[in-house]
């Protein structure tokens, strides 16, 4: 049967910002990442790690976040980003904060879609879950020994429009 799709001309940018080696921070709004660049913040703007859905297109599903911290931007805070309803409640229920819906995306790869590869990394000091499209990135990751792969998120656009 044909897919039903978002319209990806809809889709928007899901920029990356960081306090690199202590936090990223994934979001579709501009607004978002210009306060989080500014102080008290200071965030590097990292760029864009894919497009996403700012409302819910067909075939697409909310991506959760929720965050380790009670302060916007502290130092080690964990961006966690999930589409399943369970992992978003059992992270509130260990102590992650509600941040909300960060967009849509698809649950499966239809429409054109690309892996939205998890990782994830724990030390001493830091947690923090990563998100690329990038395989050979994610593979460089793993390889170093410091983050752990976590599968696929779900999946998303190019930020590549003309990909
Ligand atoms: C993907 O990651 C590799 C390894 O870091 C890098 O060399 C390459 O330029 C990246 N590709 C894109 C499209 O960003």
């Known amino acids: 049967s044909p897919q039903t ?15 690199p080696g202590q ?24 760029g864009t ?56 995306i698809y649950p499966s790869q239809i429409c054109g879609s690309v892996p939205f590869y998890r990782l994830f990394t724990t030390t001493a000091t830091v947690t923090e879950h990563f998100y690329t499209i990038n395989a050979t990135y994610r593979a460089t990751l793993v390889a170093s020994g410091a983050w752990t792969d976590e599968g696929i998120a779900g999946y998303v656009l190019d930020f590549n429009v003309c990909a």
């Open 49 to 104: 790690a894919a497009r996403v859905f700012t409302t819910q297109e067909l075939s697409t599903v909310p991506f959760f976040h929720v965050r380790s911290g009670s302060v916007l931007g502290p130092l080690h805070s964990d961006n966690l980003y999930t589409t399943s309803t369970t992992e978003r409640d059992s992270a509130l229920v260990s102590g992650y904060v509600d941040t909300g819906i960060a967009g849509y």
């Open 5 to 19: 799709c978002g319209d990806p001309s809809d889709a928007v940018p899901f920029y990356l910002v960081a306090l």
């Open 23 to 46: 936090a990223f921070y994934y979001t579709a709004l501009a607004s978002d990442v210009n306060s989080l660049i500014n102080p008290p913040f200071s965030y590097s703007f990292i």
